[in-house]
């Protein structure tokens, strides 16, 4: 299956703890995206990543966010000491990087805190 | 902000029909513009796109119609089928992709 992978596909952290999604990009692809969906509400940028840089974390929370593309192996996006509010759907997307293509997306990281 | 609004959070159509969604945008530096489809627990599947230089673009049953001068999109789908149920994600990008919040879409057998 060369689809964007992203796994866990199912996460449960407690309040306090870390969360890492990994998401690998379909093969061929340099641009990765990550988006959140909260419930009942749309899909929401949270940032754009190429290779070892990021070119737009405009969507990302200031704090506990980060997420990186290294040269090698899948792009991460790690939420420090989670809290309820980060429970949510957690999708990646990738891209060639031509300006006019589409995304194709991941099934998701379904992220549950208790 | 929202640069990119579906304002319709749910739509019921008769299959056969016609089913219209509706996005409106509000950057005028978008130059593509895309429909998702998405299935519960299944991320998002690219449906249609459109440049900023057309103003329609048909692929089967779906065509999607670009109104630059309102910041307005919308996709049609002709004749509505059952398995057409789902939620409907518009898109916009410049640099990057900002989606809208998604129009449930019911077609009723």
């Known amino acids: 299956n060369a689809g964007v992978m992203q796994n866990p596909r199912h996460l449960v952290r407690r309040r306090g703890q870390e969360a890492r999604l990994r998401c690998s990009p379909m093969?061929?692809?340099?641009?990765v995206y990550w988006y959140r969906q909260l419930p009942e509400e749309g899909l929401k940028f949270m940032v754009y990543?190429?290779?070892?840089?990021?070119?737009?974390e405009s969507g990302m929370p200031k704090e506990r966010f980060s997420a990186e593309f290294p040269k090698e192996g899948p792009s991460i996006l790690r939420i420090q000491q989670v809290v309820r509010g980060d429970s949510a759907a957690y999708f990646c997307?990738?891209?060639?990087?031509?300006?006019?293509?589409?995304?194709?997306f991941g099934e998701g990281s379904r992220l549950t805190v208790l | 902000d929202q640069q990119v609004k579906q304002n319709s959070p749910s739509l019921s159509v008769q299959e056969g029909r016609i089913s219209i969604l509706n996005c409106d945008y509000t950057?005028?530096?978008?130059?593509?513009f895309l429909w998702y489809k998405k299935y519960p627990a299944e991320g998002p599947t690219f449906l249609i796109s459109?440049?900023?230089?057309?103003d329609k673009n048909e692929d089967g049953r779906f065509t999607v119609f670009l109104n630059k001068s309102a910041k307005h999109l919308s996709l049609h789908i002709v004749p509505s089928q059952p398995g057409d149920s789902a939620v409907y994600f518009c898109?916009?990008?410049?640099?990057?992709?900002?989606f809208g919040t998604g129009t449930s879409l019911t077609v009723i057998p």
């Open positions: 997307a990738s891209s060639p990087g031509t300006l006019s293509g589409e995304l194709f």
């Open positions: 093969k061929g692809h340099s641009h």
């Open positions: 990543l190429q290779k070892e840089n990021i070119i737009d």
């Open positions: 950057n005028s530096m978008f130059d593509y």
């Open positions: 459109i440049s900023s230089i057309k």
């Open positions: 898109a916009a990008s410049a640099v990057q992709f900002y």
